[in-house]
């Protein structure tokens, strides 16, 4: 589901229409995406503009007296804008279009490109694909030409393995959301080691040195044997240049995540009965792994039984809705988590890049989390120690120049308001009463509107020559 937020709030008789995008649902063989509109009045009727791009529409259609419209031959993965205007029902005189909305039926997931990879022959490896889904849908994953020894985990996207071919390996990863797919191409280059265990450095100074991980709680051994549904782990790294992230695997359920700190770290690992090989692996800015393996054995978990109870997680800064706009380069999150028997870690993932640990659990935050320009798929995930979990989003969207103004008025008598806004970069402003264009003023941040008869008057204030470049509507009565 795809949801837009109203664009005015309300519209005179045959100004543009204040036009809204409710939602999108599918069907057998298409999709249906509803729109709705504020009404102009009890004596007009409504047509609606359809198009694939912007400002360019293909099918009108007569909606009556309707405010809404359910478009019903959306195509997955296609873009439509929409555009609705007034007419009046005696004289069939028709206003302007509205401000236009676009939108999808079901928008294409996500997928980050890793980049070139080099690995050993013989040594353990992993590569965490990092895909997300504009309506929140769970994505299955998959990858193609993957060294041999190396495989996908579908529900992750985890790649891990050992490589057995040296060899250099066009690897496609794929992430589908059931009906729509991406997919990102790179390079898996899987090298044989020399002399003491290590790949000869190229020419350019690139690191080719692995980081060094060990295990050193709650043993040292290769081995140890417990009975109980998780385990809880530490120990440190250390690399040439710096580890980036440590994470931890259950090759035999399935389910990886990403441990508490770098050169010293935790996590706790969810176990099953019987064998479970734990990889934790560092990872260095360069690609670089280092693995140590801890064989667990589980002759119960302790009795009573299975955790199948999600965990519950909520997003509270710096907006519980689902979207969020910024000029910044980073932002803060915080919220809260809960589980029937315990949240062992909260992490995040952002679809433009990047990953990492929240700090705490119940209680968590994340500071600083690096933002590219335009959409970022902020997913923000709960595990407890069974491997339940649960996933809240948020869609941030990085601007480069400043949020249109805010605009607020006041009436100061019986035929003048005083109309007030936020600062722009604009040299001017211009000032719209009703849906009509008043006139071009300084922008300095206030002005008054003298009006000569009673009612209801809606303003805004909008860019220069622009007609959807503007503050908010209001609408006040003298």
Known sequence: MMDFRTLRSKCALLAPVCLLVLGAAENVAADTINVAWDPSGSTVGYKVHVGVQSGSYTQHVDAGTSTTFAFTAATAGQRYCFAVSAYTLSSQVEGPNSSEVCGYSNAPPTLVNPGTRTSTVGQ??????????????????????????????????????????????????????????????????????????????????????????????????????????????????????????????NDQMNLSGVANGLTNWTTSVPLQVGSNTIYITAIDAAGNEGVDILTVSVSSTGGGTADTTKPTLSIGSPTTGSTYLTTQSTINLSGSAADNRGVVQVAWMNSAGGNGVASGTTSWSIANLPLQSGTNVISVTALDAAGNAATATLTVTRSTTPPPPTLSVERLGSSSMRLSWTYTSWSSVDLYRDGFKVKNTSNDGSMNDNVNRGGTYTYKVCAPGSTTVCSNSVSISN
Do not use: C, H, K
């Open 124 to 249: 353990p490896t992993s590569l965490q694909l990092q895909g997300a889904d504009p309506a929140s849908q769970p994505l299955t994953y998959s990858a193609t030409g993957l060294p041999p020894g190396l495989s996908v985990m579908s529900s992750t996207g985890y790649i891990s393995g050992t490589g057995t071919t040296a060899g250099t390996y066009a690897v496609t990863a794929r992430a589908s959301d059931g009906v729509l797919s991406t997919s990102e191409t790179f390079t898996w280059n899987m090298t044989t080691s020399t002399g003491g265990g290590t790949t000869p450095p190229p020419t350019g100074g690139t690191d080719t040195t692995r980081p060094t991980v060990t295990i050193s709680s709650p043993t040292s051994a290769s081995t140890y044997a417990i009975n109980a549904s998780s385990l809880a782990l530490s120990g440190t790294t250390s690399d040439n240049v710096g580890v980036t992230q440590v994470r931890w695997e």
